[in-house]
């Protein structure tokens, strides 16, 4: 198995994994409720501290794209917008591997 496809694989692990959480609240709740997803997703120190991780490593993430970018000659700020983008649809653990998935 290439490494590639490894990365691939995670990417996939790394959206239904996040998503087998998120989509059975969307449907308790019938919507998406803001105020009410803020609530709960600090509603305790525990999942504070993994919402703060995410939020500082798709930051992290954003900036290494840009930079990774720029080292190669590839100065496109597209990159990391199209993965923040993808990060916030997908989930981050997924860009990640994608990111690293991506030959060129």
Do not use: C
Request: proline share 5%.
């Amino acid at each position: 198995m290439k490494l590639r496809h490894l990365y691939l694989a995670f990417a996939l692990v790394g959206l239904l994994l996040p998503y087998s959480q998120f989509l059975p609240w969307i449907m308790e709740h019938h919507a998406m409720n803001i105020p009410l997803f803020i609530h709960d997703l600090f509603a305790n120190q525990i999942s504070a501290f993994f919402a703060m991780d995410v939020i500082v490593s798709a930051i992290v993430l954003i900036v290494f794209i840009l930079d990774e970018g720029q080292r190669q000659g590839d100065a496109n700020p597209v990159a990391a917008r199209d993965s923040h983008f993808t990060g916030r649809r997908f989930g981050w653990s997924s860009v990640v591997s994608l990111f690293t998935a991506d030959p060129t």
